[in-house]
T-cell receptor, first 113, second 112 residues
Framework: GENVEQHPSTLSVQEGDSAVIKCTYS??????FPWYKQELGKGPQLIID?????GEKKDQRIAVTLNKTAKHFSLHITETQPEDSAVYFC????????????FGKGTSLLVTP | KAGVTQTPRYLIKTRGQQVTLSCSPISGHRSVSWYQQTPGQGLQFLFEYFSETQRNKGNFPGRFSGRQFSNSRSEMNVSTLELGDSALYLCASRPTTQDEQFFGPGTRLTVL
């Protein structure tokens, strides 16, 4: 079936460095691509999203890029801080409904002081 | 505004039993989706309800079912539990006019 591949599965960076997480998707009808942050014991929290008619979106230290032709999208976190440590998930809409999501397997990000 | 609430937070059942999980969406949200999260498979879409109608369904067996009430609260039911059903079950609600889904804290189900 349709799926989302996410890499790397773990990422360790020093405080202040940048972190990049990459995802690819297979459903050509997908048009909504959110990124979620999940902390221990909590549900996923949306940190940024992008629609297929946009190539890049930025929100303070977080940016997402989308290459619809290549079917891949990436999350960029700059000036990382210890509180950025969490598991990050990318997702792609199942078809163009936007209501149901296929998730990547997650990236465990550790930011060391 | 209160977030998505899920009850119970933790549940232990034995194989063969059935279980019902509850989700109360954010006030005003009419769409509720359910996801199963496991270490091996990650987050997988179960189904989505809008105005008491199931609009989307993931690739799960018929043992997994759900419903939504007129007040938008939703329940999911798993019958004839198997060990592999042990997971964190997440509920997410969404405003009608936006794509963003707001997740609850989940119900941790353990099947022994």
């Amino acid at each position: 079936g349709e799926n989302v591949e996410q890499h790397p599965s773990t990422l360790s960076v020093q405080e202040g460095d940048s972190a990049v997480i990459k995802c690819t998707y297979s459903d050509s009808a997908s048009n909504y691509f959110p990124w979620y942050k999940q902390e221990l014991g909590k549900g996923p929290q949306l940190i940024i999203d992008i629609r297929s008619n946009v190539g890049e979106k930025k929100d303070q230290r977080i940016a997402v890029t989308l290459n619809k032709t290549a079917k891949h999208f990436s999350l960029h976190i700059t000036e990382t801080q210890p509180e950025d440590s969490a598991v990050y998930f990318c997702a792609a809409s199942i078809g163009d409904s936007g209501y149901a999501l296929n998730f990547g397997k997650g990236t465990s990000l550790l930011v060391t002081p | 505004k209160a977030g998505v609430t899920q009850t119970p937070r933790y549940l232990i059942k034995t194989r063969g039993q059935q279980v019902t999980l509850s989700c109360s969406p954010i006030s005003g949200h009419r769409s509720v989706s359910w996801y199963q999260q496991t270490p091996g498979q990650g987050l997988q879409f179960l189904f989505e309800y809008f105005s008491e109608t199931q609009r989307n369904k993931g690739n799960f067996p018929g043992r997994f079912s759900g419903r939504q009430f007129s007040n938008s609260r939703s329940e999911m039911n798993v019958s004839t539990l198997e060990l592999g059903d042990s997971a964190l079950y997440l509920c997410a609600s969404r405003p009608t006019t936006q794509d963003e889904q707001f997740f609850g804290p989940g119900t941790r189900l353990t099947v022994l």
